[in-house]
Every structure is written in C-alpha cells, then in structure tokens.
C-alpha cells in the first residue's frame, strides 16, 4: 500500500500572493494536490485576502484543480497574554506568532469566526484549520469541535474533530535564517525518503520564506519527488479526513 503524505501552502495572503503561485506551478507540475493555509485578515503589510481579487481568483482557480483551502489564523501574529512557558515556546517554536496558543475558548472562538466570515464573504468553504506554528491551546481546539471544523494539525498529527482516530503524521519544515539551516535542508530530504520507503505517512510544510533560499526551494521540491518516486500518493488534508481511517 502507498503511503500518503500531505503537502501545505504556509502563509498564504496578498502579501504572499506572489510566493503563493511559485509554489502552486511547481506542485501543479509535478500533479501534486496541496492544502492552501489561508490567513484571511491584514497580514505582512498587505490588504486582506478577501480584498485582493486577484488572489482571491487565484485560490478558486486552485480549488478547481483539486487543492484545498483552509484556515490559518486570522492574522499570523502574536496575542499578549498567557504564562510565561507559553510565550517561552511561542517564540521558539513559532518566531512569536502562534496567535492561538494562549486563547480562552471565547476569545479563539471569536477569532475563528473573523476568518471564516471574511472567506465566506470571498465565496471559499473550509472545514480545516492549522493554527500558526501548530499551536493550538486548550481552549482554541474546545472553540474549533464547537465551530464544526472537520480537523485541525498540530507538528506530529492530524487530529479529526468529526469523532475519527488522530492520525500521527510528522511535518518536515524548514526554518529559513535559523541554525543549522543547512542541515535541516538536508534532513528534510532524508526523512522524506524514509518516510516513503518505510510507509509512514508524513507531512511536507512550505513556506514563503523558503523561497528566498534556492537551496531550501530545491531540497522541498527534492523530497516531494522523491516521495513520488517511492510511491507515495499526495493528498489533502479534506481528502484524508473526508475518506476516514483506513
């Protein structure tokens, strides 16, 4: 049986458009379905995504082609507040911008609510979300079950609010201007090709950012192909949600 891994489109805004579509014509080119992480509110200087309608065309012409759009945050910054662990990993894991993971039930029930209306009122159905830098409190995963989200991600897993199993599926990503650049570049490809070979299902995370490294664009695009020259089958995270255990 082919393993599946997941293919994400990080950040994705006006301010980001232009990443945005260099990272779909390498993945339309390779027949490679991805989740689009839509961040709806003012995000990197730019306009919200629903006011942009160019982008706004662009991800419905996306949709067509078989990729998914899902939530990611409503404006991918930091929210003041919570202990001093939490803000200690926020900026460890997340740069400061895990929006989500210091929310009471009400306050990530009311920001979830922003993003879905503003990509509503751009005609775009979601039933996912991937909080900023997977970090989810408990209070933002209470707020999603009671919303009606279908699933959200954390680092190791893809976790079904619609009463299925988790399912443990590591995401590689890189971290561009970080230490060890390099070698975390060359690891991702290492464990992508274990991942495939061994069967394990697994996560493959892109960011913007990693576009401006040629050598992290080339070693993301190295490890979807050796992937699919493993035999694994892309998919989204709808499709693998929507088709339930095997």
Do not use: K
Not at 25 to 30: F, S
Not at 65 to 73: D, I, P, Q, V
Not at 75 to 89: D, I, M, Q, S, T
Request: neutral net charge.
């Amino acid at each position: 049986m082919s393993v599946e891994f997941v293919v994400s489109v990080h950040d994705v805004a006006p301010a980001t458009g232009g990443e945005t579509a260099e990272w779909l014509a390498a993945l339309d080119a390779r027949g490679v379905p991805c989740t689009l992480l839509l961040i709806p509110g003012p995000y990197g200087g730019g306009p919200r995504l629903a006011e942009d309608r160019r982008l706004v065309a662009c991800l419905h012409e996306a949709a067509e082609r078989g990729h998914e759009l899902s939530l990611h945050g409503f404006r991918h910054e930091g929210v003041p507040g919570g202990p001093p662990w939490r803000n200690a990993v926020n900026q460890v894991l997340a740069r400061g911008a895990g929006e989500f993971w210091s929310l009471t039930t009400e306050h990530a029930a009311e920001l979830l609510r922003q993003g879905l209306a503003e990509l509503n009122g751009a005609g775009m159905d979601v039933v996912g979300f991937t909080p900023p830098g997977w970090l989810a409190s408990p209070g933002t995963r209470r707020a999603l079950a009671s919303l009606g989200f279908a699933y959200w991600t954390s680092h190791l897993a893809v976790h079904d609010l619609t009463g299925g199993p988790s399912r443990r599926m590591p995401a590689l990503s890189h971290r561009p201007g970080g230490a060890g650049e390099r070698t975390g570049a060359r690891l991702m490809v290492a464990a992508a090709r274990f991942f495939a070979r061994t069967g394990t299902p697994f996560r493959i995370a892109l960011h913007p950012a990693d576009l401006a490294r040629p050598g992290l664009r080339e070693a993301a695009l190295e490890a979807i192909d050796l992937a699919l020259a493993a035999g694994g089958r892309p998919v989204t995270y709808r499709s693998l949600i929507e088709r339930g255990p095997r």
